[in-house]
């Protein structure tokens, strides 16, 4: 049983995450920001996974002088999870020395690809924001569910507004 790999792929409802989880995911993403190889931005991420089971995977970010080779904290977690057998996430802490933690956009499509759970951002006071990954990327893209919606996959709090007929004209 558990979060371990199954014939579905897709995303189970976590059970509620409590406040012990989150200050052991929160310390262990505090760690692994130690461990980052960022050389060029010197800005130092580590990430902790918790899976629906309990199990944690860790991770930092690797930077490359090809900046988009770099491989970020959070999808080094999630890899390592995947690659272990696990897909179901009860939550992850993302954690900073300086600034204000937040995954980038292409983490955010990483995160969401395994469902909506809490997320973590571990200030470098120690401070955190509770927040999802629902929420950090309202709208997300799912392919198992694109083709499947009549829908727009937009938030309902989206307005779209008619071009106007200068931008019209452009071919």
């Known amino acids: 049983p558990g979060s371990k790999m199954s014939d579905s792929n ?25 461990m980052a190889y960022a050389p060029y931005s010197k800005f ?19 930077e490359n002088s090809s900046f988009g080779l770099t491989v970020c904290a959070e999808r080094t977690a999630v ?18 020395r300086d600034g204000k933690p937040s995954p980038c956009g ?3 499509q990483f995160l969401v690809e395994f469902g909506d759970f809490p997320v973590v951002l571990v200030q470098g006071d120690g401070s955190y924001i509770l927040t999802s990954t629902g929420d950090l990327l309202p709208g997300s893209f799912r392919f198992d569910t694109a083709l499947q919606n009549t829908e727009p996959a937009h938030p309902s709090h989206v307005q779209f507004v008619p071009l106007s007929p200068a931008l019209q004209a452009i071919p």
């Open 106 to 108: 292409a983490c955010r």
């Open 79 to 96: 890899c390592k999870a995947v690659s272990e057998g696990y897909r179901h996430f009860k939550a992850i802490a993302v954690a900073t």
């Open 10 to 34: 897709t995303p189970t409802a976590s059970a509620a995450l409590t406040g012990a989880e989150m200050r052991e995911i929160a310390s262990r993403a505090d760690e692994m920001r130690k």
């Open 44 to 62: 130092d991420v580590g990430a902790c996974l918790l899976t629906d089971d309990g199990r944690t995977f860790t991770g930092c970010n690797v």
